[in-house]
């Protein structure tokens, strides 16, 4: 009697059951308008040019025009009448508030908001915004990591406008995106040396462009990102504190179904994630962003967003909008979003793949192939020097996008591997090894058909086939653009962004001195740019690589050509610092070298804290959870063991009684070994949390403490697999992924 009322009780207290009960009750939650046509609420809530032509005087606006387009900097004069427009139209769409919207290096974005509210002379309430306020503002920011560039006592950092991003209004207040600097003027955040970096590609290759037409003025960088994330269901997720705390499962066997039928990717998408995907949709063209592609990706329970291209800088910013509209919109239909490069072990890791290329003012895509051979030489031409950028800088661009969340997905069998190579396909390769096996006295034979001179005529149009793919390569030419599939689903776009934006235009610099100096000579242009370009097709062979990406093959030749393949997370920072990515930073403009220190210092630290917090939850949940739930189940089998003996005669006791033996011993085994781990993991995590310097810190958390949380994890998921399921308290595998 006393034994059963406990048990009810416990039933009734288990926060599983609870959690599985809810989340299989919530139904679909209708969304507002759905019909919602994009060519009426696009754009909706930003102050686009269009409505600036509205809201500003005229002679106002034809400046503000040229500085955005310009990359010049805003007057204060300019700024007073701006925001006096600017505040008119954000009151007609219902803010009360404004806010600068600053991208800092914690990830995420951030905003303090002030009210319009003021008073005039005679003490009556008001709605004011002036141009100063607009123009620059200073948070009280000692909060933000800096990496030791603003000392607390000197805790001034400014965020300042940034006009070529519009301004938006959310709910009831007007963001202004704006980059986030000291006071001493190092950036802060992701922006500003995005900023720089789309600047000097600008510049680099509008130089380049030039040698093929005279009428490029200006040339951008492009992003498309594509967004890959799980949702869950909000009662599975408060059922997991390691999900609330860390972003992922620290545990949890994997569930007999997974992603091996394939039955998730591209399937139908159930209704109550439709209904999500749509309103995310609604609410994000509002904002101007231009979402495009929704499905559902490999794993059970993941999905991707995906829009149409735009200049990089937009694109980011587009990129955080909708991560955090994510967060917001999955709230509402009783989701949690998991934005975390791996929520779950044993099915695939979330990505965020960013397609990159450079366009020009005129039009032309600079890294599709062209309508004839003077554009095909041009693609040429960018094409190899994008290469030549990826091979020296391969080790920046992987540190470019390594973190403690992401490194989960690096170097699994799933995702791009932690050695960056580019794959450029058949047709690519081989019109690439014409050229540089062509004799330039002879004239390039480009096939069995045509025989050509050397000069304008000599590249084909090269076809495209885009069959032609290769998923495992982290760095993918895709047929007018190249794809980074290595930028985690967490990650800031800006980081990869500039580092490749940078990376090219010193290579485009390089190559334009080089070019010059052969004409300044005396050579034709287009020879001297075959010279060149034969030169460089000759010396990026390391980086090209069709292959199988996930093969042990692969590291032992990529080790051999020279490519970074160190997989430790704090170790793959110290790239930033390497003399090739100090000197191209320089010589870029795009970062100084106190702010790549800045910058590797506040990614180590936040190296060390995922990992500190995701140990200690761990530690939590084994003492909490894991290791009484096992205990009971334990004692059960005891019990049963003892009844066995009491009741059966004694020869017939072993028999019946060995299963029940097996599995005692196995919680036995398992558990010392967890207790075990737990007392040393928590050991190494006092002796890292005492290292003083970041670096050094961080090598501790990967090198001590990762191995055993993975040690644990195996043992806490076997002891899952062999207990009572009614004592387990914790959601599975099977629940959370499975249920829509
Ligand atoms: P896939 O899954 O085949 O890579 P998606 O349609 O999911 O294709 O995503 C393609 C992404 O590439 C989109 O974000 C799209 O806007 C982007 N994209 C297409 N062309 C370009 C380009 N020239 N420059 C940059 N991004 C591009
Ligand atoms: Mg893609």
């Not at 495209?464 to 993918?476: G, V």
Request: with cysteine; charged share 25%; glycine share 6%.
């Amino acid at each position: 009697m006393r034994q059963s009322r406990h048990k009810q009780q416990y039933k009734m207290s288990n926060i599983r059951f609870e959690a599985l009960k809810n989340a299989w009750s919530h139904e679909p939650v209708e969304v507002k308008n759905p019909t919602n046509r994009a060519s009426v609420i696009f754009a909706q809530n930003v102050f686009t040019r269009e409505k600036m032509k509205e809201y500003i005087a005229r002679n106002i606006l034809e400046q503000l025009f040229d500085l955005m387009d310009n990359e010049k900097t805003l007057s204060r004069d300019i700024a007073n009448s701006v925001a006096i427009g600017m505040k008119k139209w954000a009151m007609e769409q219902g803010a009360t508030h404004y806010t600068h919207w600053f991208q800092p290096l914690t990830g995420g974005t951030a905003e303090k908001h002030d009210a319009f509210l003021s008073f005039s002379e005679d003490g009556a309430p008001m709605e004011e915004f002036s141009g100063s306020v607009l123009y620059q503002q200073e948070p009280d920011a000692s909060s933000f990591p800096s990496g030791g560039i603003r000392n607390t006592f000197e805790a001034r950092g400014y965020s300042a406008w940034d006009p070529s991003s519009p301004a938006f209004v959310i709910g009831d207040r007007l963001c202004i995106p704006t980059i986030f600097v000291a006071y001493t003027g190092e950036a802060l955040d992701y922006k500003t040396p995005l900023l720089r970096s789309i600047s000097a590609v600008n510049k680099a290759a509008v130089a380049v462009a030039n040698y093929f037409d005279r009428n490029v003025k200006r040339v951008y960088s492009y992003l498309g990102w594509e967004q890959e994330y799980f949702l869950v269901d909000e009662a599975l997720f408060a059922a997991r504190p390691d999900l609330v705390m860390t972003g992922r499962t620290l545990m949890g066997h994997y569930a007999s179904k997974s992603q091996q039928l394939d039955d998730h990717y591209f399937g139908i998408i159930p209704e109550r994630v439709l209904n999500f995907m749509t309103e995310l949709e609604i609410e994000s063209m509002k904002l101007g962003i231009p979402v495009k592609t929704r499905h559902n990706e490999v794993a059970p329970n993941q999905f991707e967003l995906a829009p149409i291209y735009e200049e990089s800088n937009l694109a980011s910013d587009h990129n955080q909008l909708v991560m955090s509209l994510m967060e917001q919109v999955a709230r509402r239909h009783h989701f949690r979003v998991l934005l975390h490069e791996k929520p779950f072990g044993g099915v695939n890791g979330s990505g965020k793949h960013c397609n990159w290329s450079l366009g020009t003012n005129t039009g032309v895509n600079l890294l599709a192939p062209g309508k004839n051979p003077y554009q095909n030489l041009q693609f040429v031409t960018f094409l190899v020097n994008v290469l030549m950028a990826v091979q020296r800088h391969n080790g920046l661009l992987k540190a470019s996008i390594i973190s403690a969340t992401n490194a989960h997905r690096l170097g699994a069998n799933e995702a791009p591997p932690a050695i960056i190579s580019v794959f450029l396909g058949t047709q690519i390769t081989e019109a690439l090894n014409q050229i540089e096996h062509a004799d330039l006295d002879k004239g390039i034979i480009i096939n069995a058909k045509k025989e050509m001179k050397l000069g304008v005529g000599n590249i084909p149009e090269i076809l495209l086939d885009n069959t032609d793919r290769n998923r495992t390569s982290p760095f993918a030419f895709t047929g007018n653009r190249f794809e980074f599939r290595a930028v985690g689903s967490s990650a800031n776009c800006g980081a990869a962004m500039l580092a490749l934006n940078a990376a090219v235009a010193e290579q485009l610099m390089l190559f334009r001195e080089e070019v010059d100096a052969l004409i300044e000579k005396g050579e034709a242009k287009e020879r001297a740019l075959f010279a060149v370009i034969k030169r460089l097709l000759h010396e990026c062979h390391a980086i090209r690589f069709d292959g199988n990406g996930y093969s042990d093959e692969w590291k032992e030749e990529a080790r051999k050509r020279g490519l970074d393949c160190e997989t430790s997370a704090p170790l793959i920072i110290d790239n930033y610092l390497s003399n090739t990515s100090v000197e191209m930073f320089a010589k870029t403009r795009v970062l100084t070298k106190a702010e790549l220190l800045s910058r590797c210092e506040v990614k180590w630290e936040n190296y060390s804290m995922k990992l500190q917090i995701e140990s200690r939850v761990l530690g939590d949940l084994v003492i909490n959870h894991v290791l009484p739930a096992a205990k009971r189940y334990q004692t059960m089998l005891l019990q049963n063991v003892l009844s066995v003996k009491q009741i059966f005669p004694e020869d017939e006791v072993g028999k019946l009684n060995q299963q029940d033996y097996i599995i005692i011993r196995q919680i036995e085994e398992h558990a010392a070994a967890i207790i075990e781990g737990v007392e040393k993991m928590n050991g190494a995590r006092k002796h890292a949390n005492h290292i003083e310097n970041q670096r050094e810190r961080a090598i501790a958390f990967h090198d001590n403490i990762v191995p055993l949380m993975e040690d644990i994890r195996k043992h806490v998921d076997d002891i899952e697999m062999v207990i009572d399921d009614e004592l387990w308290t914790l959601p599975k595998y099977r629940e959370m992924l499975f249920i829509h």
